[in-house]
């Protein structure tokens, strides 16, 4: 069995490790953390360390792979890259109740929660976060660093470009676009394409601003 690191020691990160113990795949777990300033403490009754050094001492200890349990997009990425130039292999996490078929792929240091539906032939990047009830049709395509909220819906075919965010309840109708680093606001309905970088709300989803989003 292998031993996991888990960067983000924050709400995020407590749901990360309930389904990492849930997968039963790992003996030890430890968490990683910016705002850890010494060794010594402690998360959910696991190691936590500062993650300047935390890599480096975990690693030598024979944990080989990790995943970031960060929501912000950016953040995520900055911490995914780090992880994979440290040399460490990218866990992807999915919950036991999650449906995931066959023929889907999904990304290296990607968490998939509980009760995700992920149908036929989608395709999941990197560094995904598909929260709690997530419905991805089939044929849908989500890039690198995206999060979709809880209960999130997308139609078939659907295209989420990398770091957008998807809020709670948003519904994208199928063959849809969303662009990327797009924020789509909770409860939204998304008819028509998304242009990257925008914040986008309501129903039917309506540019708020068009600056674009960092």
Known sequence: MQKLIIWGAGGHGKV???IARATGLFSEIAFVDDSCASPGGSFCD???LPSSEGFDALKARGHSCFVVAIGNNRARERC???GANRGLALATLIDP???VSASARIGGSTVVMPRVVVNADAVIGHNCILNTGVIVEHDCHIGDHVHLAPG???GGSVTVEPYALLGIGTIVLPGTR???GAVVGAGAVVLDAVPSGVTSVGVPAKVLSSAKNR
């Open 16 to 18: 990360v490790l309930d």
């Open 46 to 48: 696991c190691e936590l």
């Open 80 to 82: 995914f890259q780090e």
């Open 97 to 99: 109740s999650a449906t």
């Open 152 to 154: 999130v819906i997308l």
């Open 178 to 180: 969303v662009g990327e």
